[in-house]
């Protein structure tokens, strides 16, 4: 009981301070916020770009695609 009321403000915390990111990506911000996704340095990608890249094929376009932001990121 006590766990769950603190679980509860904690949350409630969390939102008033959340700034909604962007994905670097996709250029749309995910409904979870910032815990929907992962911090890249200063750029974020949202959980379902993510998952996109986790499951491209190597040799696809799209694949290719997101390498090359990626690597604007990265250098
Ligand atoms: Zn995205």
Known sequence: MLYEKQQGSAAIGRRSCLVLPRCWICDQVPSGGIRDGIRLKK?????????II????????????????????LL
């Open 43 to 51: 750029a974020f990608i949202c959980s379902g770009c993510e998952r």
């Open 54 to 73: 986790v499951q491209s094929d190597v040799a696809s376009g799209q694949y290719q695609i997101f390498i090359n932001r990626l690597k604007k990121i």
